[in-house]
């Protein structure tokens, strides 16, 4: 249960560039509504390529940090891991919230983002498989986002879930499945 909404998310909404849609507040309503109650969050965003998925996504993230928890956004590239990185590394730039993208083939920089992340000292986190690796252990992860997530297997998903106790779960997607889809109508998710 994540309670409130504090200085993060209204400092992040105050400096986005656009107005956003009613689509988009009444999606990021219903993931508000989901991270106060007292049950885990599953639940799919449903959306074309550009309809402003990150955005509330994001939205979601400043939620978790203005109540000390962090957030991992998992994507199936290392390009898309890159791009969400540069982009929600922008909206935080100005709060001093360190955001950290950890992919495969980093070196020795590597260490310094899975110490950050264990510590809490990085709240947001933005990666691929790397993340679902053994050494990466998270300080208080209290929301998780698995961007186009068909294209992760169940094992994958789980594994980033299970870094923490009883995280919330966002997943994205442009292009449900069959599989997601019946997932929805029998009800283990929910969708926007």
Not at 57 to 78: L, R
Not at 159 to 180: F, N
Request: some cysteine; overall charge positive; aromatic content about 6%.
């Amino acid at each position: 249960m994540i309670p409130r909404v504090g200085d993060y998310f209204n400092y992040c909404f105050g400096k986005i560039p656009f107005e956003l849609t009613d689509a988009q507040k009444r999606v990021i309503k219903e993931i508000r509504g989901d991270m106060v109650s007292a049950r885990q969050m599953n639940r799919l965003l449903q959306g074309d390529v550009g309809s402003g998925k990150t955005v509330c996504a994001v939205a979601c993230a400043c939620v978790a940090i203005d109540n000390g928890f962090q957030a991992a956004f998992m994507a199936p590239t290392e390009i898309l891991a890159e791009q969400h990185y540069l982009n929600v590394h922008r909206w935080f730039a100005g709060l001093g919230v360190p955001v950290a993208l950890l992919k495969g083939g980093m070196g020795r920089e590597r260490r310094d983002v899975i110490e950050g992340i264990r510590t809490g000292v990085t709240p947001i986190v933005i990666g691929t498989h790397a993340m679902i690796q053994g050494d990466v252990e998270f300080h208080r992860l209290g929301l998780v986002v698995i961007d186009e997530q068909h294209r992760f297997g169940v094992e994958q998903r789980k594994r980033l879930k299970d870094k923490s106790r009883r995280p919330d779960v966002l997943s994205m997607t442009a292009t449900p499945i069959p599989r997601t889809l019946s997932m929805v109508v029998y009800g283990d998710l929910d969708v926007s």
